[in-house]
């Protein structure tokens, strides 16, 4: 046989062979043939339940935080984040922040931005829509001394801050001559105006312990013309202090429109309207006291997380107590959970004074657990 017929002949067997095992093959393993479909067929049925589910959650607040744009993997297109609290302490800055027995609000971006940033409190507005809050005494304390007294050349100091029945009592230390600080009282009910304005005009003043509102009205002066308070949002008016709500406090930059106030033994009360009647949306942890953004985009750490469902809630169980600008400190040392649907839900560790801005990345969490109690799926 020639060289040229032997290689034929060994090329058709081997494509006998191929051919053979090819079919054996197919024969035996029929599973590996028909498994990758299933499998993919399986995950698209499981994808398509996620997003009914997320479909659900994107129909909420459609009213008063809508899609504005179209949206996108990046983008939900909402006009803001809602922000849902119950039971919770919501601090602003250290001291300054306040109960909220049951508030829904929104968070606005500011500026160019379509993203809420929560280490930015200047990137956005907060818009309380309807709810209640209180701010105790330690409260209004921190903020007429961190934040209304806290500046060069200030003729305030030492403030401290009481309330009784509908009396708000202050008491701190004044300086018209350099050097020279006496002490003050003033006592008197408080008044909304505008919808946004606290004005505290008291019915008693007295410097050195000598009552100087009798005085001032015979001499025919007012405390604004022996005083200046250089703080944006707060100004002397004859002898009233002043304070506009939505720029009186630490950013972020407020919304508000209050319906009533009025002030007991526990602090201010202030009750907040809108032009909506804000539902609340189911929380994904069943608790008496938590915080919930829901919808939206927030930019929270180094991620940015769309048509955000994010639950806080304490670590230990109880109340929560959360700091706008400290909340990386309370994360650090709480934990982290995440629910099939891609909700979040954030055990938030206890809230400890810090300087804004002061977070350590090598720091070591404190009391750390592995493991806490489970979360219910969505």
């Known amino acids: 046989m020639s060289g040229n017929k032997r290689k034929y002949w060994i090329a058709a067997a081997l494509a006998l062979l191929v051919t053979v095992v090819a079919a054996v093959a197919a024969n035996l393993l029929p599973s590996h043939v028909t498994a990758t479909p299933a499998l993919i067929a399986e995950k698209q049925t499981q994808l398509a339940a996620l997003d009914e589910l997320t479909a659900a959650n994107a129909a909420f607040a459609t009213d008063y935080n809508p899609q504005q744009r179209e949206s996108t993997l990046r983008d939900s297109g909402r006009k803001g984040v809602g922000i849902y609290m119950r039971n919770a302490f919501f601090r602003v800055a250290g001291d300054i922040g306040f109960q909220a027995s049951e508030l829904a609000g929104l968070l606005l971006p500011s500026g160019?931005?379509?993203?809420?940033?929560?280490?930015?409190?200047?990137?956005?507005?907060?818009?309380?829509?309807?709810?209640?809050?209180?701010?105790?005494?330690?409260?209004?304390?921190?903020?007429?001394?961190?934040?209304?007294?806290?500046?060069?050349?200030?003729?305030l100091r030492n403030l401290s801050v009481q309330t009784q029945a509908d009396t708000l009592i202050v008491n701190g230390e004044t300086s018209n001559v350099p050097g020279v600080w006496l002490p003050f009282h003033m006592a008197g009910e408080p008044r909304l105006a505008d919808g946004h304005m606290f004005v505290f005009d008291p019915d008693t003043i007295e410097v050195a312990n000598i009552q100087a509102k009798s005085l001032l009205k015979l001499v025919n002066l007012q405390v604004s013309s022996l005083l200046t308070i250089d703080t944006k949002g707060a100004e002397l008016e004859g002898n009233a202090i002043v304070l506009d709500l939505n720029t009186a406090l630490p950013p972020p930059r407020m919304q508000v429109q209050v319906s009533e106030m009025h002030i007991d033994d526990a602090g201010l009360h202030l009750s907040f309207t809108s032009d909506y009647q804000a539902e609340f949306p189911e929380p994904i942890v069943a608790a008496n006291s938590w915080i919930m953004l829901q919808g939206g985009d927030v930019k929270t750490l180094r991620a940015v997380l769309t048509d955000v469902r994010m639950q806080m809630l304490a670590r230990d169980g109880g109340a929560l107590d959360i700091s706008l600008y400290n909340y990386r400190q309370q994360l650090q040392s709480g934990l982290m959970d995440v629910t099939p649907a891609g909700g979040f839900v954030a055990y938030l560790g206890a809230f400890k004074p810090a300087d804004y801005g002061a977070t350590n990345d090598t720091q070591a969490s404190e009391n750390r657990q592995d493991q806490t109690e489970g979360i219910g799926d969505e």
Do not use: H
């Open 112 to 155: 160019s931005s379509s993203l809420v940033i929560m280490d930015d409190p200047t990137s956005f507005v907060f818009k309380p829509l309807r709810g209640k809050v209180v701010m105790p005494p330690s409260a209004l304390a921190a903020l007429f001394n961190q934040y209304l007294a806290d500046y060069e050349g200030s003729q």
